[in-house]
């Protein structure tokens, strides 16, 4: 017998444990028959097994099997990942099932001086496919069987469910009216049919929808306030041609995931990156220089940095003269600005003035354009002019201001912030002398009691820097772009020609009309006005203060005074006079029935167990579209099974960051019986169609008390059937087909690539903002509409405006930037909460799934300093009693030193079913509103959708920490 070489015994070993391997894997009897059947070897090369003969050459081939697949789809994922957001995947699908998913690393090449964007994803959508089919999907439609919230429920059919919430939608619109009905869609909206199924019901049957941008903290208040506007955002290569990047307000290491490498290549080209928050966070630890400030003290480091600038003279002064109200006159006597209506009877009232150094007189100031021609505008100094009551002194804004932030120098600001005074002065003049700077600012400040004077400071030092609207310079706003028809399409009439009236309102979004003018005002202005009237009527609700009014919230959220020592009145004083004047929009009625569709309201909500004491028992129904059990879901009446995001077709919305239109599409066939929400919306509606005729109910009355036909709103819906349930890639096809921005992509294209990029900003109220030509080979650089081409800032003094002389900025004294302390918002306690987007889930999509929760503890933390930990008796791993003056809850303590004492962090969206008797940190939150924010009347300060409306606060809560007994681990 020949000796059996090393080879030989590997492959017949390797034969053997492949026959186990395969018996293992569910292959049955025969192997083991086949096995017994077998000879034992008798010759130096043993005999392979008869199963040998099967398709694979050796163990490896058993994974090779798991790679095969049948299909690839283009997909990505339906969610709010928002700065990060929307990444195109390859899909693979496998006897019906999506069972993996992979990064299409295809997006192109801006030019050749800047990286590209691939790959695009983070490891949330990279394990989507396990997500979809865990043990945490809803499959069927569900109707609650116990008390709410209980979790017991009865299984329903479509049918049955449909019919019973049409019924009672029937009841209560007939009865009460269509304001008895209110919508939440959350954050999972789209820019195709999903989203729009939403909004066209809200249009079709006249019912709110509520308009949570606010609620959530990313209204921006303070870019609205000084720019006139929230959105705008340059692309995430536009930071390759920045020589200084500041992370002031984000960690985009945590939340920008797919476009954090940008920082990176820029860091290796040269650039220097800045860091500035209160913990050295993820992104930090990449920087080349972290500038440590307490939490909420923004704003005092800014005005620092515009004191620096002015005291040594390093601000631009040609740009502020062009660019902001810094030149106009402000009246001495009554510290309003200067106006035409003060010098002549009949006069405009936003029409201002400048003293022209040239020509030695009080001018006006251009508003048509932010070109000053001849014009030599004074930044101080002292003036007379000429009024209808005689001549008062006036000065320009800017000499108010360099009083005004002489008191902010960096030893005085130092104390409040934490920072050192030579840090100040050095980041002041790096910002100043860099080519090219630029801010990276997410919604985080929105999300302070104080945020918009946070948000105006550092507008401030990157204007007064000259860094605005020039290639690789700028400061972020809320990012955002769509598809160049989407308006018109949300807000097409059934009642026109499906197609003209898409066709009519689409192609006004034509790019050649971007600029055009409108009554003297600019594109960008009609637009928003367009929007602040259409938000008059009451299609969209300003959700935190509708929940103060209606919802019960006010019991915290009306607290305001008892915390913010500036506040000279009650703050229902101030929402009575803002409701009065009709600044802000909320009506009095709290709804019977409320739809949870894309969103959810009882987690996301701060209060939300407020809302589930007072708001809930209001509610005669409440149903839930989701795709898993919220705790919206949890306390509902019915829960009906929404597709997963590889399960239905759409375009996602996208942002400027990176400006392409992503497409999810139906890879496989919705598990269970679970429905796209556009299918969900159709399906609502020919219910109610139908049932109004069976029972004989064709009509109700809209909230203006005009008739409208309830027999024939599945008709309007669905432009008259052309669109239905049955047919949505068409639907999408006809959407892409009237679209203007997307170089002329098809449904069919779109699908196949997965990804497009756009090629203008269209003409959405949530896109002009960005003001800006796209062109194929560049960078896009926000705002160069304005600095460039020098269109007028849509503001009411047509510039990037610092000085407001709303009675309430007045009354407050915030008409300039302001630093006023975070107040002590939940009690008098010693720690401050903060918090941010966690890096492991993308809202709640993710929280309690296994493959992320592994990747951190696997339940909620709070990270705290290691010397607040000590002093409090508490260990790392500890489970500890977080309390203040609102409620408590418990959560275990994580130790890090990355955070600075007295701060502790609690990263977003945790269920409240994760956490203790139901009661997560979104229940110690208050967060009580800011009576600045409900300023209106005064031309951009007016609420429109997704911003100009009073907003939620959770940053800096006052909280105390305590040991549980016997809880260590
Ligand atoms: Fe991209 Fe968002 Fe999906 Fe992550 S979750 S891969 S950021 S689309």
Same mark, same amino acid.
């Given at each position: 017998?020949?000796?059996?070489?090393?080879?030989?015994?590997?492959?017949?070993?390797?034969?053997?444990?492949?026959?186990?391997?395969?018996?293992?894997?569910?292959?049955?009897?025969?192997?083991?028959?086949?096995?017994?059947?077998?000879?034992? =070897?008798?010759?130096?090369?043993?005999? &392979?097994?008869?199963?040998?003969?099967?398709?694979?050459?050796?163990?490896?081939?058993?994974?090779?099997?798991?790679?095969?697949?049948?299909?690839?789809?283009?997909?990505?994922?339906?969610?709010?990942?928002?700065?990060?957001?929307?990444?195109?995947?390859?899909?693979?699908?496998?006897?019906?099932?999506?069972?993996?998913?992979?990064?299409?690393?295809?997006?192109?090449?801006?030019?050749?001086?800047?990286?590209?964007?691939?790959?695009?994803?983070?490891?949330?959508?990279?394990?989507?496919?396990?997500?979809?089919?865990?043990?945490?999907?809803?499959?069927?439609?569900?109707?609650?069987?116990?008390?709410?919230?209980?979790?017991?429920?009865?299984?329903?059919?479509?049918?049955?469910?449909?019919?019973?919430?049409?019924?009672?939608?029937? @009841?209560?619109?007939?009865?009460?009216?269509?304001?008895?009905?209110?919508?939440?869609?959350?954050? =999972?909206?789209?820019?195709?049919?999903?989203?729009?199924?939403?909004?066209?019901?809200?249009?079709?049957?006249?019912?709110?929808?509520?308009?949570?941008?606010?609620?959530?903290?990313?209204?921006?208040?303070?870019?609205?306030?000084?720019?006139?506007?929230?959105?705008?955002?340059?692309?995430? @290569?536009?930071?390759?041609?920045?020589?200084?990047?500041?992370?002031?307000?984000?960690?985009?290491?945590?939340?920008?995931?797919?476009?954090?490498?940008?920082?990176?290549?820029?860091?290796?080209?040269?650039?220097?990156?800045?860091?500035?928050? &209160?913990?050295?966070?993820?992104?930090?630890?990449?920087?080349?220089?972290?500038?440590?400030?307490?939490?909420?003290?923004?704003?005092?480091?800014?005005?620092?940095?515009?004191?620096?600038?002015?005291?040594?003279?390093? /601000?631009?002064?040609?740009?502020?003269?062009?660019?902001?109200?810094?030149?106009?006159?402000?009246?001495?006597?009554?510290?309003?600005?200067?106006?035409?209506?003060?010098?002549?009877?009949?006069?405009?009232?936003?029409?201002?003035?400048?003293?022209?150094?040239?020509?030695?007189?009080?001018?006006?100031?251009?508003?048509?354009?932010?070109?000053?021609?001849?014009?030599?505008?004074?930044? @101080?100094?002292?003036?007379?002019?000429?009024?209808?009551?005689?001549?008062?002194?006036?000065?320009?804004?800017?000499?108010?201001?360099?009083?005004?932030?002489?008191?902010?120098?960096?030893?005085?600001?130092?104390?409040?912030?934490?920072?050192?005074?030579?840090?100040?002065?050095?980041?002041?003049?790096?910002?100043?002398?860099?080519? =090219?700077?630029?801010?990276?600012?997410?919604?985080?400040?929105?999300?302070?009691? /104080?945020?918009?004077?946070?948000?105006?400071?550092?507008?401030?030092?990157?204007?007064?820097?000259?860094?605005?609207?020039?290639?690789?310079?700028?400061?972020?706003?809320?990012?955002?772009?769509?598809?160049?028809?989407?308006? =018109?399409?949300?807000?097409?009439?059934?009642?026109?020609?499906?197609?003209?009236?898409?066709?009519?309102?689409?192609?006004?979004?034509?790019?050649?009309?971007?600029?055009?003018?409108?009554?003297?005002?600019?594109?960008?202005?009609?637009?928003?006005?367009?929007?602040?009237?259409?938000?008059?009527?009451?299609?969209?609700?300003?959700?935190?203060?509708?929940?103060?009014?209606?919802?019960?919230?006010?019991?915290?959220?009306?607290?305001?005074?008892?915390?913010?020592? /500036?506040?000279?009145?009650?703050?229902?004083?101030?929402?009575?006079?803002?409701?009065?004047?009709?600044?802000?929009?909320?009506?009095?009625?709290?709804?019977?029935?409320?739809?949870?569709?894309?969103?959810?309201?009882?987690?996301?909500?701060?209060?939300?167990?407020?809302?589930?004491?007072?708001?809930?028992?209001?509610?005669?129904?409440?149903?839930?579209?989701?795709?898993?059990?919220?705790?919206?879901?949890?306390?509902?009446?019915?829960?009906?099974?929404?597709?997963?995001?590889?399960?239905?077709?759409?375009?996602?919305?996208?942002?400027?960051?990176?400006?392409?239109?992503?497409?999810?599409?139906?890879?496989?066939?919705?598990?269970?019986?679970?429905?796209?929400?556009?299918?969900?919306?159709?399906?609502?509606?020919?219910?109610?169609?139908?049932?109004?005729?069976?029972?004989?109910?064709?009509?109700?009355?809209?909230?203006?008390?005009?008739?409208?036909?309830?027999?024939?709103?599945?008709?309007?819906?669905?432009?008259?059937?052309?669109?239905?349930?049955?047919?949505?890639?068409?639907?999408?096809?006809?959407?892409?087909?009237?679209?203007?921005?997307?170089?002329?992509?098809?449904?069919?294209?779109?699908?196949?690539?997965?990804?497009?990029?756009?090629?203008?900003?269209?003409?959405?109220?949530?896109?002009?903002?960005?003001?800006?030509?796209?062109?194929?080979?560049?960078?896009?650089?926000?705002?160069?509409?304005?600095?460039?081409?020098?269109?007028?800032?849509?503001?009411?003094?047509?510039?990037?405006?610092?000085?407001?002389?709303?009675?309430?900025?007045?009354?407050?004294?915030?008409?300039?930037?302001?630093?006023?302390?975070?107040?002590?918002?939940?009690?008098?306690?010693?720690?401050?909460?903060?918090?941010?987007?966690?890096?492991?889930?993308?809202?709640?999509?993710?929280?309690? /799934?296994?493959?992320?929760?592994?990747?951190?503890?696997?339940?909620?933390?709070?990270?705290?300093?290691?010397?607040?930990?000590?002093?409090?008796?508490?260990?790392?791993?500890?489970?500890?009693?977080?309390?203040?003056?609102?409620?408590?809850?418990?959560?275990?303590?994580?130790?890090?030193?990355?955070?600075?004492?007295?701060?502790?962090?609690?990263?977003?969206?945790?269920?409240?079913?994760?956490?203790?008797?139901?009661?997560?940190?979104?229940?110690?939150?208050?967060?009580?509103?800011?009576?600045?924010?409900?300023?209106?009347?005064?031309?951009?300060?007016?609420?429109?959708?997704?911003?100009?409306?009073?907003?939620?606060?959770?940053?800096?809560?006052?909280?105390?920490?305590?040991?549980?007994?016997?809880?260590?681990?």
């Amino acid at each position: 017998m020949s000796p059996l070489s090393r080879r030989d015994l590997l492959k017949g070993a390797g034969s053997t444990a492949l026959s186990l391997l395969l018996c293992n894997l569910g292959c049955g009897g025969e192997p083991q028959e086949t096995a017994r059947k077998q000879e034992p =070897a008798t010759t130096s090369v043993p005999e &392979p097994p008869r199963y040998a003969v099967a398709d694979y050459r050796g163990w490896e081939d058993i994974y090779r099997t798991q790679w095969t697949w049948d299909r690839v789809a283009k997909g990505t994922h339906y969610v709010n990942c928002w700065y990060q957001g929307h990444c195109n995947w390859n899909v693979y699908v496998k006897d019906g099932v999506a069972f993996r998913e992979e990064q299409v690393a295809t997006y192109p090449r801006t030019n050749a001086e800047v990286p590209d964007f691939n790959p695009r994803g983070c490891q949330k959508g990279a394990c989507y496919s396990q997500r979809m089919y865990d043990a945490g999907r809803l499959r069927y439609p569900l109707k609650r069987a116990g008390k709410r919230g209980e979790g017991k429920w009865t299984r329903i059919s479509w049918d049955d469910a449909l019919r019973e919430i049409a019924d009672r939608t029937i @009841d209560e619109l007939r009865s009460s009216g269509p304001a008895g009905i209110v919508w939440d869609f959350g954050t =999972a909206n789209s820019n195709g049919c999903n989203g729009l199924g939403l909004h066209r019901t809200g249009l079709v049957l006249d019912t709110p929808i509520l308009d949570m941008n606010a609620e959530i903290g990313d209204h921006h208040p303070g870019a609205v306030v000084t720019t006139g506007k929230m959105t705008f955002a340059s692309s995430a @290569d536009d930071m390759f041609y920045s020589d200084l990047i500041l992370l002031w307000g984000g960690n985009p290491i945590y939340t920008q995931i797919p476009m954090a490498h940008f920082i990176t290549e820029a860091r290796y080209r040269g650039a220097t990156i800045v860091s500035i928050a &209160p913990d050295f966070n993820a992104s930090s630890i990449h920087t080349d220089l972290w500038v440590p400030v307490a939490p909420g003290t923004d704003a005092a480091l800014g005005l620092a940095m515009a004191q620096v600038m002015i005291a040594e003279n390093l /601000h631009d002064e040609r740009f502020i003269r062009e660019q902001t109200d810094f030149p106009l006159l402000v009246r001495k006597d009554t510290r309003k600005f200067l106006r035409e209506s003060d010098l002549k009877v009949g006069g405009a009232d936003d029409v201002f003035y400048v003293f022209d150094r040239a020509s030695k007189e009080v001018s006006q100031a251009p508003k048509s354009t932010l070109s000053l021609g001849s014009l030599d505008p004074a930044l @101080d100094g002292e003036y007379k002019a000429e009024t209808k009551a005689g001549k008062v002194a006036v000065e320009p804004v800017f000499a108010v201001f360099r009083r005004h932030v002489a008191s902010y120098t960096p030893e005085a600001v130092s104390k409040i912030t934490g920072t050192t005074p030579d840090l100040i002065r050095d980041l002041a003049r790096r910002i100043a002398r860099a080519k =090219a700077a630029t801010s990276l600012t997410q919604s985080n400040f929105s999300k302070y009691y /104080h945020g918009l004077e946070m948000e105006r400071a550092q507008i401030l030092v990157m204007t007064l820097a000259g860094q605005v609207g020039k290639k690789g310079s700028g400061f972020t706003g809320f990012p955002f772009i769509s598809l160049g028809n989407f308006d =018109a399409l949300n807000a097409t009439s059934g009642s026109l020609s499906p197609k003209m009236g898409m066709i009519a309102l689409g192609t006004q979004m034509a790019p050649a009309m971007l600029k055009a003018k409108y009554n003297g005002d600019t594109t960008e202005m009609f637009i928003y006005n367009a929007a602040r009237e259409a938000y008059k009527k009451g299609g969209y609700l300003a959700s935190a203060l509708y929940l103060h009014r209606v919802g019960g919230l006010d019991v915290n959220s009306g607290r305001s005074r008892e915390w913010d020592p /500036h506040i000279k009145r009650d703050l229902e004083q101030y929402v009575e006079e803002a409701i009065a004047k009709g600044w802000q929009i909320v009506p009095a009625m709290a709804p019977r029935i409320m739809f949870e569709v894309g969103g959810n309201m009882f987690r996301r909500v701060r209060g939300y167990d407020q809302l589930i004491k007072t708001f809930l028992p209001k509610l005669d129904m409440l149903v839930t579209v989701d795709w898993r059990i919220s705790n919206t879901a949890l306390h509902s009446d019915y829960v009906l099974p929404a597709a997963g995001w590889y399960e239905k077709d759409d375009i996602a919305w996208a942002t400027t960051i990176a400006p392409f239109a992503s497409v999810t599409t139906r890879a496989v066939e919705p598990l269970g019986e679970s429905k796209s929400d556009w299918e969900f919306h159709a399906l609502l509606l020919k219910t109610i169609q139908a049932r109004a005729k069976e029972r004989r109910q064709p009509t109700f009355q809209d909230r203006a008390k005009k008739e409208r036909r309830l027999d024939a709103v599945y008709d309007e819906f669905s432009f008259g059937r052309r669109y239905t349930e049955e047919n949505t890639e068409e639907f999408l096809g006809e959407i892409l087909s009237l679209n203007t921005n997307l170089n002329g992509a098809t449904w069919d294209t779109l699908k196949e690539k997965g990804f497009e990029r756009y090629t203008d900003i269209g003409m959405g109220i949530a896109s002009i903002g960005n003001a800006t030509d796209m062109k194929p080979d560049e960078t896009i650089t926000a705002n160069t509409w304005h600095t460039k081409d020098k269109m007028p800032w849509p503001t009411l003094t047509r510039r990037l405006q610092f000085y407001i002389d709303h009675e309430f900025y007045l009354e407050l004294g915030e008409e300039l930037p302001v630093h006023k302390d975070n107040p002590s918002i939940g009690g008098n306690y010693p720690l401050q909460m903060t918090g941010g987007h966690t890096r492991w889930s993308i809202h709640t999509s993710w929280r309690d /799934h296994p493959n992320m929760m592994r990747l951190e503890r696997g339940e909620p933390t709070m990270v705290v300093n290691p010397a607040d930990l000590a002093a409090r008796g508490l260990q790392d791993g500890d489970l500890a009693r977080a309390r203040n003056d609102i409620g408590s809850f418990e959560i275990r303590v994580k130790v890090s030193t990355s955070v600075r004492p007295g701060q502790v962090i609690v990263y977003h969206a945790w269920e409240p079913y994760q956490f203790k008797g139901n009661r997560s940190y979104q229940g110690i939150l208050p967060a009580p509103l800011n009576p600045i924010q409900l300023a209106g009347g005064y031309f951009h300060l007016q609420p429109y959708m997704l911003t100009g409306e009073p907003g939620h606060n959770d940053r800096g809560t006052r909280i105390e920490v305590e040991p549980i007994a016997a809880s260590r681990t």
